[in-house]
Structure formats: structure tokens, C-alpha cells
């Protein structure tokens, strides 16, 4: 086992995730994703990997306690301690609230919202015992902004940044900095059946959102931001 700092990505196969955990492994940090799609999982690894750092992956339900709990658990026996953990997964169904059904809504926050309860949960315990650590959390502007369609996303998304701007001011006191990252839309499979068509050549890409998680982390560790909002520049 090599020195490097240890972080977990969540949703790190493909898309936003697997653009931070590559980024990540650019600045030698070890890696260990988190998703459902296995295959996925370990074509990711292997990229990784190449880039010379360790990398392990854990296949399973975010919103799943016991199986957050026992692999982070893991993690810890094997690296040591969890440096960050970036809270990635998320999903979205769009629909009128007249044309939705509660599966919906509970499906949404069992993704967007108890996975990132369950992970921040289980990291924090270490990473007070060692007075270190970073969580960022994937939001959206839509965690800021309102649209038709968007009365289940868009609400998971507030809950995301109340929980981010809580946990932040909890842990501050052990030099553990806690932040959301809010994208506007961006070109990944994300829109993939949702019945939304974004202008792909206009939006953001999924580097322009790892390039964010880096400039969080590589402030000195006494300075937070705390929140950052991200849009193209010129999106005509």
C-alpha cells in the first residue's frame, strides 16, 4: 500500500463521477468508486489504475445503511483513513407533480439524498478521530432554481444543499471542510431517458466539474469554499 490520500467517489463509473475519480488519480490520490453498473465499475478501474494508483470498487443500493456502513469499514481496515469522499450519485425523473407517482419521489431521495446520509455518516467518525478530511456533495441548480417538471429533483436537490450547509458548520471544528458543488446541466448520460434534450455542444462538460472538486481541494486546508455555483461561460 503506497502514502497516497485515500478518497471515495460515489456513482464514479461513468460521467461526472468517473471524470472526478480519474482527475483525482492525476493527483495521486487512491481511489475507491461506488456504483451499480459492475462492468461499468471495472472498466473504470482499469483506467484508473493505469495512472498508477490503487483503486477498488464496491458494487451496491447508496440508500442501502448496512452495505454503506460495512464497506466504508472496509475501506478503512485496508487504506487507513478516507481522506475525501465526493458524494456523486444521483439520478432524476421528470414529471408534472400531477403526472408523478410517490415511487418516483422516494426513488430520487433514496439516491440523492440517504446516499449522501449514509456515506457522510459512515466517513465522519474517522475523519474526526484524525481532525482531517473533505466531503463534496454533486448538487445542482436545481437545488437553487425552480422549473416546470423539477418538483421531485429539484426538491431532493434543496435537501442537499441544507444538509451541506449544516454538516459544514458541524464539523468546521476538527479542519474537516464540507462543500456542494452546484452544476448547471452537463453532457453526460444523465439526460438519457429522461425526456430532456440539452444542447450538448452549449452545456457543461464533466471535466469542467472535476476541475471544480480540485480547486476545493488544493486551497489551503485553514480556507472553505463552501459552495460554488457552475455555469458556461457563454451558453448562446
Same mark, same amino acid.
Given at each position: 500500500?503506497?502514502?497516497?490520500? &485515500?478518497?471515495?467517489? &460515489?456513482?464514479?463509473?461513468?460521467?461526472?463521477?468517473?471524470?472526478? @475519480?480519474?482527475?483525482?488519480?492525476?493527483?495521486?490520490?487512491?481511489?475507491?468508486?461506488?456504483?451499480? !453498473?459492475?462492468? /461499468?465499475?471495472?472498466?473504470?478501474?482499469?483506467?484508473?489504475?493505469? #495512472?498508477?494508483?490503487?483503486? *477498488?470498487?464496491?458494487?451496491? !443500493?447508496? /440508500?442501502?445503511?448496512?452495505?454503506?456502513?460495512?464497506?466504508?469499514?472496509?475501506?478503512?481496515?485496508? $487504506?487507513?483513513?478516507?481522506?475525501?469522499?465526493?458524494?456523486?450519485? %444521483?439520478?432524476?425523473? $421528470?414529471?408534472?407533480?400531477?403526472?408523478?407517482? #410517490?415511487? !418516483? $419521489?422516494?426513488?430520487? =431521495?433514496?439516491?440523492? #439524498?440517504?446516499?449522501?446520509?449514509?456515506?457522510?455518516? /459512515?466517513?465522519?467518525? %474517522?475523519?474526526? *478521530?484524525?481532525?482531517?478530511?473533505?466531503? =463534496?456533495?454533486?448538487?445542482?441548480?436545481?437545488?437553487?432554481? +425552480?422549473?416546470?417538471?423539477?418538483?421531485?429533483? +429539484?426538491?431532493?436537490?434543496?435537501?442537499?444543499?441544507? $444538509? &451541506?450547509?449544516?454538516?459544514?458548520?458541524?464539523?468546521?471544528?476538527?479542519?474537516?471542510?464540507? @462543500? /456542494?458543488?452546484?452544476?448547471?446541466?452537463?453532457? &453526460?448520460?444523465?439526460?438519457?431517458?429522461?425526456?430532456?434534450?440539452?444542447?450538448?455542444?452549449?452545456?457543461?462538460?464533466? !471535466?469542467?466539474?472535476?476541475? +471544480?472538486?480540485? @480547486?476545493?481541494?488544493?486551497?489551503?486546508?485553514?480556507? #472553505? =469554499? +463552501?459552495?460554488?455555483?457552475?455555469?458556461?461561460?457563454?451558453?448562446?
Amino acid at each position: 500500500m503506497n502514502d497516497n490520500k &485515500t478518497a471515495i467517489v &460515489t456513482g464514479g463509473n461513468r460521467g461526472i463521477g468517473k471524470a472526478i @475519480a480519474l482527475r483525482l488519480a492525476k493527483e495521486n490520490y487512491n481511489l475507491i468508486i461506488y456504483g451499480r !453498473d459492475e462492468e /461499468a465499475l471495472k472498466k473504470t478501474q482499469s483506467e484508473i489504475k493505469k #495512472l498508477g494508483v490503487e483503486c *477498488k470498487y464496491f458494487s451496491g !443500493d447508496a /440508500a442501502d445503511e448496512n452495505f454503506v456502513k460495512e464497506s466504508v469499514a472496509e475501506i478503512e481496515k485496508g $487504506f487507513g483513513k478516507i481522506d475525501l469522499l465526493v458524494n456523486n450519485a %444521483g439520478m432524476g425523473i $421528470f414529471k408534472k407533480l400531477v403526472d408523478s407517482e #410517490l415511487r !418516483d $419521489f422516494k426513488t430520487q =431521495i433514496d439516491v440523492n #439524498l440517504y446516499g449522501i446520509y449514509n456515506f457522510s455518516k /459512515a466517513v465522519l467518525g %474517522g475523519m474526526i *478521530k484524525h481532525k482531517s478530511g473533505a466531503i =463534496i456533495n454533486i448538487a445542482s441548480l436545481a437545488g437553487k432554481n +425552480s422549473f416546470p417538471g423539477g418538483t421531485m429533483y +429539484s426538491a431532493s436537490k434543496h435537501a442537499v444543499l441544507g $444538509f &451541506t450547509r449544516s454538516l459544514m458548520l458541524e464539523v468546521r471544528e476538527y479542519n474537516i471542510r464540507v @462543500a /456542494a458543488i452546484c452544476p448547471g446541466s452537463v453532457a &453526460t448520460e444523465f439526460f438519457g431517458g429522461t425526456g430532456r434534450h440539452p444542447n450538448y455542444d452549449k452545456i457543461l462538460k464533466a !471535466d469542467d466539474v472535476a476541475e +471544480s472538486v480540485m @480547486a476545493i481541494l488544493k486551497l489551503p486546508v485553514h480556507a #472553505l =469554499i +463552501s459552495e460554488v455555483d457552475l455555469r458556461p461561460t457563454n451558453p448562446k
